[in-house]
């Protein structure tokens, strides 16, 4: 079946650095990559999507990278501030329309002042 | 643009009693979605409707939950008896519904945080 992981149940950094999330899944190749930010007590919201013929996508101040090959997604938020401090949460989406998506645990970011 | 609504927002029940959540999408969305999410666990889906119809019902489980979509809008997911394990929070999801090869980006709802006693 598939499985998909996110390295880190928690990560701390100091204000200003750059984060890094990590997304890996096995037995599925999804076409696309989707990136959710979850606060506590609301419902995930969704950040960005990579497809899996793109290397990299940006917006503001993230970064996704989608490696078909390792089978991995890496997630960056740089400059970060303690508002980014979320749960993130990556998706696998089969590309096909309505298919629900999979879901990794989340790595949850704190981010220091 | 409303987002997706979800009733109640918190329950509190005893072990084998009964529970319904409510949910209305985002309007003009065809696809409803129900996610069971765990603390510390990542939404997982237990039901999907494409306007009225089941896509895939295979992680709902059909001995004490059930969910319809009357009407193709809003839905109703029940609980009965419920569980100690139910015990998570139920959050509702709606996507529009596009041609095959698009992405399905999805609007979730605040969710429905139950406790079973």
């Known amino acids: 079946s598939q499985k998909i992981e996110q390295n880190s149940e928690a990560l701390n950094i100091q204000e200003g650095k750059t984060a890094t999330l990590t997304c890996n899944y096995t037995?599925?190749?999804?076409?696309?990559l989707q990136w959710y930010r979850q606060d506590p007590g609301r419902g995930p919201v969704f950040l960005l999507l990579?497809?899996?013929?793109?290397k990299e996508k940006r917006k503001e101040r993230l970064k996704v990278t989608f490696d078909t090959t390792l089978k991995q997604s890496l997630f960056h938020i740089t400059a970060s501030q303690p508002a980014d401090s979320a749960t993130y949460l990556c998706a696998l989406d089969s590309g096909y329309a309505g298919t629900a998506l999979i879901f990794g645990k989340g790595t949850t970011l704190s981010v220091s002042s | 643009e409303a987002g997706v609504a979800q009733s109640p927002r918190y329950k509190i029940i005893e072990k084998r009693q009964s529970v319904a959540f409510w949910c209305n999408p985002i309007?003009?969305?065809?696809?409803l979605y129900w996610y069971q999410q765990i603390l510390g666990q990542g939404p997982k889906l237990l039901i999907q409707f494409q306007n009225n119809g089941v896509v895939d019902d295979s992680q709902l489980p059909k001995d004490r939950f059930s969910a319809e979509r009357l009407k193709g809008v809003d839905s109703t997911l029940k609980i009965q008896p419920a569980k100690l394990e139910d015990s998570a929070v139920y959050l509702c999801a709606s996507s529009l519904v596009t041609s095959g090869g698009s992405y399905n980006e999805q609007f979730f709802g605040p969710g429905t945080r139950l406790t079973v006693l």
């Open positions: 990579i497809r899996e013929n793109e």
């Open positions: 309007s003009g969305h065809a696809t």
């Open positions: 037995n599925y190749s999804p076409a696309y």
